[in-house]
């Protein structure tokens, strides 16, 4: 059975810094790509940043130069580290596992940053 579980968010202010992790279980971590996306209220869920198993890495423009994704595939996590937290990074962030063909979610961690 495949598991993931994010930890991390939590109340922070504009300019701070959070990191994100998750951890996986279930799955053969190191032949998986992996990715973080966000839904914030009212909107879509949109990608945040994925790295494949060979540590190539993609970003939406919204966070290049703040946000790292990485990952540690002998302790099965993935990490985003989120520098100059704005507003508008506010949102529900889930990690995502795409193994075997399918996509698998964490049930997500708040992230809130005040102005």
């Known amino acids: 059975q495949v598991q993931l579980v994010e930890s991390g968010g939590g109340l922070v202010q504009a300019g701070g810094s959070l990191r994100l992790s998750c951890v996986a279980s279930?799955?053969?971590?190191?032949?998986?790509?992996v990715g973080w996306y966000r839904q914030a209220p009212g909107n879509k869920r949109e990608l945040v940043a994925i790295?494949?198993?060979?540590?190539?890495?993609n970003y939406a423009d919204s966070v290049k130069g703040r946000f790292t994704i990485s990952r540690d595939d002998h302790k099965n996590t993935m990490y985003l580290q989120m520098n100059s937290l704005i507003p508008e990074d506010t949102a529900v962030y889930y990690c995502?596992?795409?193994?075997?063909?399918?996509?698998?979610w964490g049930k997500g961690t708040l992230v809130t940053v005040s102005s």
């Open positions: 995502n596992v795409d193994y075997r063909l399918q996509n698998y």
């Open positions: 279930g799955v053969i971590f190191s032949t998986s790509g």
């Open positions: 790295i494949t198993n060979s540590g190539t890495t």
